[in-house]
């Protein structure tokens, strides 16, 4: 599926799903890794994360374009577009939006480094490094070693 085809698919499910149009653009984004999708509140724009699609499918893609144009839809309106608001979540219900996507990867699967406890040997994986000069074991208080 192209942008071209994406914008038309987020067209006519505002059109069936919220009686109202979709006014802005709705692409494809390749760097979103940690979401479906997002709503851009300066442009009014939808990013789609592709991955979600190719790992899920078209029901997926449906059920992260619904979620967005809930934030869309009561953003223009000026009602609460946020996940906590009540108005989102009131939507979100009668159009049967989800309110998460499942993750095409796991934690363990995006962790880049792994460290170590020198004192209680308690293993740690993360995304991003960690100073381990400034930052302990969370359990003891011991010394974080960089495994990999």
Do not use: W
């Amino acid at each position: 599926m192209d942008d071209n085809k994406l914008q038309e698919l987020v067209s006519n499910i505002s059109l069936e799903s919220f009686n109202k149009p979709f006014e802005h653009k709705a692409t494809f984004n390749k760097r979103l890794r940690t979401t479906g999708g997002r709503y851009l509140l300066n442009s009014h724009n939808i990013e789609i994360n592709p991955e979600q699609y190719e790992f899920y499918g078209i029901k997926a893609l449906k059920d992260i374009i619904k979620h967005e144009l809930c934030h869309y839809h009561l953003h223009i309106e000026g009602k609460g577009y946020k996940h906590r608001d009540d108005d989102f979540r009131e939507l979100s219900k009668d159009v049967e939006a989800p309110r998460f996507c499942k993750a095409v990867k796991s934690y363990d699967e995006r962790a880049n480094y792994l460290y170590k406890c020198s004192n209680c040997k308690l293993e740690f994986k993360r995304i991003r490094k960690v100073n381990t000069v400034k930052y302990r074991c969370g359990r003891c208080g011991g010394k974080l070693r960089k495994m990999s």
